[in-house]
Nanobody
Framework: QVPVVESGGGLVQAGDSLRLSCITS????????MDWFRQAPGKDREFVAT????????DYADSVKGRFTISRDYAKNTVYLDMNNVKPEDTAIYYC?????????????????WGQGTQVTVSS
């Protein structure tokens, strides 16, 4: 099993900033992209942001554009999610996902690894 570990969640007030971290290890050369997702109580898990590991291409959900920033640190095998001007509707468990791609005789095979999540609660 490939480890994916999130940290940095907590209780903050609306308008505050927060940084989430996601560290991974093992077969780093297979990583294609890493994402942040979130799941609010009673709702489906939703996409937040993604970054491709080598090229650094980035995309965001419309709900967080202009407020959240995803970045990566090669040396630390870590992806960050900087959350600025947080809102009560950002309250959720935030999950980090690692997407690997492996090429073998059968072609390209993808693997997805998920962390356990970190709780972010924003009070109004």
């Amino acid at each position: 099993q490939v480890p994916v570990v999130e940290s940095g969640g907590g209780l903050v007030q609306a308008g505050d900033s927060l940084r989430l971290s996601c560290i991974t290890s093992g077969r780093i050369f297979n990583i294609r992209a890493m994402d942040w997702f979130r799941q609010a109580p009673g709702k489906d898990r939703e996409f937040v942001a993604t970054i491709t590991w080598t090229s650094g291409n980035i995309d965001y959900a419309d709900s967080v554009k202009g407020r959240f920033t995803i970045s990566r640190d090669y040396a630390k095998n870590t992806v960050y999610l900087d959350m600025n001007n947080v809102k009560p509707e950002d309250t959720a468990i935030y999950y980090c996902a690692r997407h690997d791609i492996v090429t073998n005789i059968e072609g390209d095979v993808t693997f997805d690894y998920w962390g356990q999540g970190t709780q972010v609660t924003v009070s109004s």
